[in-house]
């Protein structure tokens, strides 16, 4: 019935995505420690339908939760691109938007959405429960007016964040895994 109408359609799934978020948390810095409480019986984030994820072809929410050192920029890349879309990303705390406190270091990248869209930012160092619970009503709302983006953006863009991604990474440049250049996963 609704395929005669892709807008309501798209209404429809976008209301019961933001209701069903499976996380995958990559515990990168000093965010990561605010995970557990965000997700336990005191914050209880899962009364917003968010989820832990056991792989990323089942996440839907790939949460960045700190520094990225440049080693583990790689795994981050191979992690997204073996989500499906829809697939969003959250990052945690000024490390992620500006460098924050490693903003001079050699081998930590300064801004995270040069390599991987980013959807949300939840700014702080290191942001409270609260600040992300904040992140997920926030993501919840781009979600349902269809503005969550990021996974478009990255395949519309996807020479530019190649080309940034092997400034950095040089030779240990990953191949794509699963990204379907003409249509997404
Ligand atoms: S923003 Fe602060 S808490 Fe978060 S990873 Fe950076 S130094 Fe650690």
Same mark, same amino acid.
Request: aromatic share 16%; charged share 25%.
């Given at each position: 019935m609704c395929t005669d109408n892709p807008g309501v359609w798209e209404y429809i799934a976008n209301w019961a995505r933001k209701h069903s978020i499976w996380v995958l948390a990559y /515990? @990168? /810095?000093? /965010?990561?420690?605010e995970l557990p409480p965000t997700m @336990?019986?005191? =914050?209880?984030?899962?009364?917003?339908g968010l989820r832990g994820a056991a792989t990323p072809r089942q996440a839907d929410l790939l949460i960045i939760s700190g520094y990225l050192a440049t080693k583990s920029l790689k795994r981050v890349i191979r992690t997204y691109e073996q989500m499906y879309d829809p697939k969003y990303v959250m990052a945690l705390g000024s490390c992620t938007i %500006? /460098?924050?406190? =490693?903003?001079?270091? =050699? %081998? @930590?990248?300064?801004?995270l959405d040069l390599y991987i869209p980013v959807d949300v930012y939840v700014a702080g160092c290191m942001p409270r429960p609260e600040a992300i619970i904040q992140g997920i009503i926030s993501l919840q709302k781009r979600i349902e007016e269809g503005k969550a983006e990021g996974a478009k953006k990255y395949r519309e863009n996807i020479e530019w964040y190649k080309k940034n991604q092997r400034e950095v990474l040089g030779d240990d440049f990953l191949p794509d895994y699963t990204w379907n250049f003409e249509g997404g996963i």
């Open positions: /515990g @990168t /810095g000093c /965010g990561a420690i @336990t019986s005191r =914050y209880d984030a899962e009364r917003f %500006n /460098g924050g406190m =490693y903003w001079d270091s =050699y %081998n @930590t990248i300064k801004k």
